[in-house]
């Protein structure tokens, strides 16, 4: 059915294997790496005159990546959290309704 594809580096080794070989560091001096390379070609290219763009987008790959970096990481707590609480959320709406209804009752007593 499926076809296995190999890496000829000396080895018959799978690609697949051969992509769980990398590490999370290497990863990432990868994706920084990308970044830095598309910055100084985005630079090249402002100062040379080849593109008109303003300097936020020509430096946006550095200013974007920290920030979309961030966002993601957000995310990912927010989902967690959700996932954590959703089981919880009928005792929470009952705690919640039982205090309304004694500050409602609170307040209509001083009237």
């Not at 000396?10 to 590490?23: E, H, L, T, Y």
């Not at 970044?35 to 090249?44: D, K, M, P, R, S």
């Not at 966002?71 to 967690?80: E, H, R, T």
């Amino acid at each position: 059915m499926g076809s296995n594809i190999y890496y000829s580096g000396g080895d018959d080794v799978k690609i697949s294997d051969r992509i769980k070989q990398f590490s999370d560091e290497q990863v990432g001096r990868a994706a920084i790496g990308i970044i830095l390379l598309l910055t100084a070609v985005f630079i090249g290219l402002k100062v040379s005159g080849y593109i008109t763009w303003s300097w936020f987008w020509v430096l946006s790959p550095t200013i974007l990546f920290p920030i979309s970096v961030v966002a993601l990481f957000v995310l990912v707590i927010l989902v967690i959290a959700a996932v954590i609480t959703f089981p919880l959320a009928p005792i929470i709406y009952k705690y919640l309704r039982k205090r309304a209804t004694k500050l409602w009752e609170t307040i209509n007593d001083n009237n």
